[in-house]
T-cell receptor, first 111, second 112 residues
Framework: SQQGEEDPQALSIQEGENATMNCSYK?????LQWYRQNSGRGLVHLILIRSNEREKHSGRLRVTLDTSKKSSSLLITASRAADTASYFCATYDNYGQNFVFGPGTRLSVLP | EADIYQTPRYLVIGTGKKITLECSQTMGHDKMYWYQQDPGMELHLIHY???????EKGDLSSESTVSRIRTEHFPLTLESARPSHTSQYLC???????????FGPGTRLLVL
């Protein structure tokens, strides 16, 4: 069964605006990760947040985690056209062995 | 850029052909994975390996097979390709103690 699920499925914004995407998951986690995928490419790791952290920053990225609501959000500030990509959250599967990726949010940043 | 490579990057092939998708990593990672992904859609785990001579099927049923004879190499084989196999195949790896997973660039397969 799917562990993580992002919303919205697609998001279109203007350059300079902020983009927020959300991830919900089902079971207890040790950490949650966000990945980016440019069209036709593999995924690239962006940031990892542990279950005892509530917020984490990396450059223009800000990730929050609410374990009581089993949800996380990824905020990209001052977006650029180069941020156009799909963004996936990932958590461990029910056995704690392999990662499960949500369906992703497709972000389009218009110049 | 991660040191994980996939070949070919694109493949167009006729129904019934046998194909092997190659995946190699130079990071010494023990865990390796194959995912199937339709364009713009979620990733489905089809095979994984925790080390040499260890292979397991993933969550998505697949008619493909894999082997892990060397740590760095994790090829995926389709004995008889069908149009339903048309998809993107992503290879990934990580070490047992690390949580970051590294992905190859993917192979886009089109079966006519």
């Amino acid at each position: 069964s799917q562990q993580g699920e992002e919303d919205p499925q697609a998001l279109s914004i203007q350059e300079g605006e902020n983009a927020t995407m959300n991830c919900s998951y089902k079971t207890s986690i040790n950490n949650l990760q966000w990945y980016r995928q440019n069209s036709g490419r593999g995924l690239v790791h962006l940031i990892l947040i542990r279950s005892n952290e509530r917020e984490k920053h990396s450059g223009r990225l800000r990730v929050t985690l609410d374990t009581s609501k089993k949800s996380s959000s990824l905020l990209i500030t001052a977006s650029r056209a180069a941020d156009t990509a799909s963004y996936f959250c990932a958590t461990y599967d029910n056995y704690g062995q392999n990662f499960v990726f949500g369906p992703g949010t497709r972000l389009s940043v218009l110049p | 850029e991660a040191d994980i490579y996939q070949t070919p990057r694109y493949l167009v092939i006729g129904t019934g052909k046998k194909i092997t998708l190659e995946c190699s990593q130079t990071m010494g990672h023990d865990k390796m994975y194959w995912y199937q992904q339709d364009p713009g859609m979620e990733l489905h785990l089809i095979h994984y390996s925790y080390g040499v001579n260890s292979t397991e099927k993933g969550d998505l049923s697949s008619e493909s097979t894999v082997s892990r004879i060397r740590t760095e190499h994790f090829p995926l084989t389709l004995e008889s390709a069908r149009p339903s196999h048309t998809s993107q195949y992503l290879c990934a790896s990580r070490t047992g103690g690390r949580e970051t997973q590294y992905f190859g660039p993917g192979t886009r397969l089109l079966v006519l």
